[in-house]
């Protein structure tokens, strides 16, 4: 008798986090789809455009410049060495580089690096607005707090993500050549010969994985911040979760959009 | 001027409203006490559409608005100021740029006409020559006067405020309550204001209405209400513990020695 309880008290709790996790699925989409909306709709707010690219771009820059500059460091170290082993000499350090920051390292860290700090506060600054009613006074004076909050913040994301990339894989090969150069003595023609056999396509490839991570970091960010309830413990929460849902969707995404872009020869 | 008629509200399994139905009329002060979580703040956010009633209709100046689009109630939202609890200023803009958000989103006023009235109004809640200030440098006072001068830039038919007195010391409380005043005389404008400051409401009301259980326990003058009979009305405007109101946690129906 207590074991079905037991049992239908599951069932039900299975249940209801089904259908609720059912109806935030619905609720983003919704906000994707009005945000797109008005983006087509209604004029720009070109003053929230411009801080939003200022905050998300230029002051993200140095952060997610140090993350590559260190990585592209560190594979050239680390595929340096294990050539030497192999083929007792440092071959294709500058290919391995290159390929591996453009088309997977230079989008996937730049956009864990921009969900942590873009993506935080972005939730904790709509989540402080919901709890302190700025959100509901938005509405009061007219203006739909979608148009005014998240179409700047999407604009912003979709072009500076990707901008940030490029940044980041100049900076990443940067710092590959600068090992390979001065500890394993590549010439640098050398190094950057192997750079420039790449493909546009390859480079392509991380550029599109940044939209795209762009447009999944934003929209999880403005979602947590806009529906942000409970004071600043919920402010607090919906920040955390922001940062997490992102980062994690982030690199479940990058195996299956890699799976997509692959098998439509992209990269 | 406003109509709410027999107006439900739940949220999940809390019943908020169950059947709420009164008018104001044009020029009136009306207050709608009750504790906090009565659905003071609920019922002002439905008159304004943000908050949908579950049942029931909202007449604002003869027009029901409680299924309107986001377009006309836009038209309905220019006749309405309305004053948030914590005053809501946004805090990324200055105290000029808050009072003219409507005056540009709503009604499209050009740059120079937006500064003059965002001078007149602050003017007229005594704030000249803080333009350049942020919210952040307010104090609670400031803060609720600048959210007054943002809500009557639109010189609103309508004015709601939500708890105007609400975390200010008593000197300060009465400031508001003249400013409440001055702008009913100056401006003629209907006002709902929900608190449960009773100093407040017996000054600044024509009627004052007692929101109780979901519903309206009784609605009077000031008068009428501080000689009201009904024990729950009088053990809240005597601000008692002991009395008929339940509250969780608290034995208040025992009798002193």
Redesign the interface.
Known sequence: MNTDLNQSNFISLIGRKILRSSEICGEVVILVKRTFYWFFHAPLNRRNVFLQLLEMGARTFPVTSLTLFFTGMVLALQSGYSFIKVFNEPLYVGRLVGASICKELGPVLTSLVFAGRVGAAVAAELGTMKVTEQIDALYTLGTNPIKYLAVPRFLAAMLMLPLLVIYSDFIGILGGFLIAHFRFGIPPNVYFDEIYIMQIREVVHGLIKAVVFGLIIITISCYEGLTTEGGAEGVGQSTTSAVVISMVLVLVGDYFLTALLVAFRIG | MIQISDLFKCFGRKIVHQGISFEVDKGEVLTIIGGSGSGKSVLL?QM???IKPDRGEIYIDGKAISHLE?EEL?EV??M?G?V???A????SLTVAENVS??LY??LKFSEHEAKKIVRDKLALVGLSGIEDLKPAQLSGGMKKRVGIA?AIALNPKILLYDEPTTGLDPVMSDVINDLILKLKKETQTTAIAVTHDMKSAYKISDRIAMLYEGKILEIGTPQQIQNSKNPILRQFISGSSFGPIPIPGHKNNEHRN
């Open positions: 956010k304004v559409g943000l986001e836009q939202q220019k309405i309305y948030f609890q914590e809501a200023l946004f805090d958000f409507g989103n709503l943002r």
